[in-house]
């Protein structure tokens, strides 16, 4: 949609409704856009790639805004929308226990994402396609919050959890179905479990603080038997 | 990365020791005179099959001991007893020919290919039974159409093979005087029963010459002489299967990195199926065949891309694109 410069457009930023937390808002004749990932200078042609894969592919309305120091991609967004989508749901009566911190559910969308890499890198292109099917109707089946969609579920995979505004708000049965269910699917694609070491290996993206207490988690879950 | 760099030093060797099989065979494989090959020629050819053989053998087992390997270990692990299988069959089968001047359509060393056959059908078929295809119409019209082409050659083949001759017959070792031109054949597109097409040659061969060739050799010869044009006929199909697995698993992950190393697999079963193609046509239907044929470079091909294919995907499952989107 627009590739735009830092004095072309407004950046603001609006309380979170519930968190002490200030999200950014990007204006640009009278549209609101939030932020949805910064890639860092050297990294010009992959924030270009998902812009084109957001705006030609997905038909989002996205914009990119080029800085001397980092790429930002933005989604646009109506403030009131935003402020709704932000409250955090009610537990529904068909999930039990309680909302885990967002930490465990960035580091299980890490995991996801290093499988799905992956399948996309060794197994082709085919299979990756195939792998996002048979994701959406693994979400399904859980009754996951936020991936409705086909474009919601390639975010998922695509953008950076620890970078975007909040992670999907996933209770704890849902975060462990969700370890097992991926794990099943990964060996299914692979044909063994050699992708356990590899995809463990994209947990070091998190501080060791937040590492140990995920790892402390997992351990303790019924996912540990197929991940550890 | 030392381990990296080894495996792109063999693929690299691998690629080179390659084009000089390639050229060692066209260069010299018309080198025969009337006597045959000059020694010099069969003991190369010999030498490079078997360096080519332990060199897969060696590769693939080392990617059976490794845990990043994306197939699973017991795929490689098959994959590399079938070429030790092959390995030590080709022992015999020089063993035969150069060191017994036996002709080496049959000899010990087929018990041992059959071995490496089933070794080779059974880790490849896990490859793809083990994980999910997604294939779509297209690719199993050409997987097909593989399949019944390599059926149909293997049967044109047999087509005319001779009835077995008795024990008591076997060809000697040839003299300098026996024919060394090609007996021209008229390759019946139907499996018909045609006249055998050295009946005379056996007919002119006295009772068998076993002067210096020790008894248990000529017993074994006597034994598996009747599987002769079976075998050959087995080998045809069985090179079929693999040709048809590989191609599957080419094609179920083309554009990724793992289907180039079947991509080269792939291309090994073929120039296996294409030298043992020949190789039946020419114990079939050439008098007094003596392998090193310029074809049968296919047998030592076969092992190099085996190599190739496992040292890619050695590479493929230890360097990756780093699984993460953040970088420092």
Known sequence: ?228 | MKKSSLTLFAIQFEILFGFFTLLFFLLFSSSATGQGYPIWYSRGTTILELFAFFLAMILCLRNAFSSMIVSSRKVWLGIGLGMLCYFVGNIFFAYWELGLKREPDVSPGDLFYILSYLFLMVSMGLAVFERRLNLEGWQYGVIGAVGAMGVVVAIVLSAGDQPAAPAAQLNPFHTPKAIAAPVPVKTPLLPVQVAPSFAPLVAQAAAPVTTGVPGWVVAIEGFLDPFKGLLGFLYLIADTVLLIIATTLFLAFWGGRFAQSWRMIAAATFCLYIADAWFKFATTRLPNYQSGGLLEVGWVLSAILFGLGAALEYRASHQRRASSRRRA
């Open chain 1, 1 to 228: 949609m627009f590739i735009l410069k830092r004095q072309d457009v407004d950046i603001t930023s609006v309380q979170h409704p519930t968190k002490d937390q200030k999200i950014p808002i990007l204006n640009y004749q009278g549209m609101t856009f939030r932020l949805l990932n910064i890639f860092p200078a050297n990294q010009q042609d992959e924030a270009r790639a998902l812009w084109r894969e957001l705006t030609d592919n997905q038909g989002k309305a996205c914009v990119l805004l080029e800085e001397t120091e980092r790429y930002s991609i933005w989604g646009k967004v109506r403030l009131e929308q935003l402020v709704g989508e932000l409250s955090v749901p009610k537990p529904s009566k068909a999930t039990s226990g309680g909302v885990v911190s967002p930490v465990f559910t960035q580091a299980c969308l890490l995991m996801l994402q290093a499988i799905y890499i992956d399948v996309e890198d060794l197994l082709g292109a085919k299979q990756s396609e195939a792998f996002q099917r048979d994701l959406m109707q693994l979400f399904k089946q859980g009754q996951f919050a936020n991936t409705a969609t086909p474009d919601a579920v390639i975010q998922l995979l695509t953008f950076d959890p620890l970078n975007s505004l909040q992670p999907p708000p996933w209770q704890e049965p849902q975060l462990v179905k969700l370890l097992q269910d991926m794990h099943h699917l990964g060996k299914s694609y692979f044909g063994g479990n050699s992708f356990n070491k590899r995809v463990l290996e994209a947990l070091d993206d998190l501080s060791s603080y937040d590492r140990t207490r995920f790892l402390e988690w997992l351990k303790q879950s019924p996912a540990a038997t197929v991940w550890l």
